[in-house]
């Protein structure tokens, strides 16, 4: 199978053979072959020497890595690929005895060498979403490996790219089941909890897995406690923490949508956990943006969790997300009662870890409140970040002893 070929400038080889899994079109000394977008290309040195294999783009990003070695890139070799990072999920998500996980990240992108990728699988659905149009393309090859992947284990391949991928192109493509078909909403277990999972119309592809660690994290303090969760989406923090005791929990979203799916996942542990959970009227959704609820509300809480959506897509966005996050940790702040718990996250790629870290105490110097970190947060392991790419990540959290 002959590819088209990318040629580099001489000394534009040395992120490629530290294993970057991007090509800037700076980098590009010459194209054989005529492409389109998508296409899958080779790359190679000044000298002819190969290097990787991915798919070209006509932007910024001229190529996507997702081969270091000559492949021919069928189904046979992404079937190959699937089953070494399914292995690899199946030995970092230990199982625990009654507490089952049925959902994760099967594929992170660059993290597991598929640049443009993500597969997220919910107890025998695999929903695909592609970030770059040679992904897209690629649809097809990659369902049909997800099937000798999974065998019957696998119910459906539901594709949701049209918001993922470049908007032109984005035209094209609709949301929909590539094999099989599953009626949503769909359970799911995580840790042992129940949960809702809607990837139709759901945000991002259903659910926020990148937070189970920190789920988990949440119940460890949340016996006996009032806990705040803003930004709640679809419960997860409201349900690990009213199955770990808390005495009350307040689940707060601007989405009267988010707060209806937060009610029914409450309800589905009620009814299944009742001896854990209690007593439903331990919680309460509501539906306000939040911070005028926190601005609005002067009652205290044992527990805070701020996790909001990503406030820079952009570089250029960034000053402005972070006096977002500062006046948001600041109403937090104020929230969170004397040796009380601030959970406070940011998923905005463009605010790095040490910009966030600084963002908080400056919150908390306004605030006028002692803070000590107790947890330095991340995403968890089936949402892998390659060394060479640390751009992928990109949760970055904080537990903080509020006095």
């Not at 949503?184 to 042992?192: I, S, Y």
Request: proline letters at 3%; glycine letters at 10%.
């Amino acid at each position: 199978m002959q590819l088209p070929k990318i040629f580099l400038q001489a000394g534009r080889d040395e992120a490629l053979r530290r294993y970057h899994p991007w090509v800037f079109s700076g980098a590009v000394s010459r194209y054989e072959g005529h492409l389109i977008d998508g296409d899958v290309v080779e790359v190679y040195d000044k000298k002819g020497n190969y290097l990787a294999t991915g798919h070209y783009h006509d932007g910024s990003i001229a190529v996507r890595v997702f081969s270091f070695e000559q492949i021919v890139p069928d189904v046979q070799y992404w079937t190959g690929k699937l089953t070494k990072i399914r292995q690899f999920r199946e030995a970092i998500i230990a199982p625990v005895p009654g507490r089952p996980t049925d959902c994760y990240r099967l594929v992170h992108g660059e993290g597991d060498g598929c640049s443009g990728l993500i597969i997220d699988y919910y107890n025998g659905v695999a929903v695909f979403q592609a970030h770059s149009i040679g992904m897209h393309r690629e649809r097809h090859l990659i369902a049909e490996a997800l099937q000798n992947v999974y065998g019957k284990e696998l119910l459906a391949v539901y594709d949701k790219s049209h918001e993922t991928v470049p908007d032109l192109y984005g035209q094209t493509v609709t949301n929909g089941y590539l094999i099989g078909s599953v009626e949503t909403p769909h359970e799911v277990h995580e840790n042992g909890q129940s949960f809702w999972v809607d990837w139709v119309t759901g945000q991002k592809t259903g659910f926020f897995l990148d937070q189970r660690d920190n789920r988990q994290l949440l119940a460890r303090y949340a016996q006996g406690k009032r806990v705040l969760n803003a930004f709640c989406y679809s419960g997860g923090f409201s349900v690990y923490a009213l199955g770990a005791g808390a005495t009350l929990v307040h689940s707060v979203d601007v989405s009267q949508k988010a707060i209806d799916l937060t009610n029914r996942n409450i309800a589905l542990n009620v009814g299944k956990q009742s001896d854990l959970y209690g007593p439903a009227e331990r919680h309460e959704a509501i539906s306000e943006d939040v911070m005028t609820y926190l601005k609005a509300h002067s009652g205290e809480y044992d527990i805070v969790v701020l996790d909001p959506p990503a406030y820079a897509k952009n570089i250029s966005a960034r000053h402005r997300a972070v006096q977002g996050y500062k006046r948001l940790n600041i109403e937090g702040f104020k929230r969170v009662a004397k040796g009380g718990i601030l959970f406070t996250f940011s998923c905005s790629q463009v605010v790095d870890r040490e910009l966030f870290y600084n963002t908080v105490v400056a919150a908390a110097i306004e605030a006028g409140r002692q803070v000590r970190v107790l947890h330095h947060l991340s995403q968890p392991a089936d949402h892998p970040v390659s060394l060479f790419h640390p751009e992928g990540g990109y949760l970055k959290g904080l537990v903080l002893w509020v006095e």
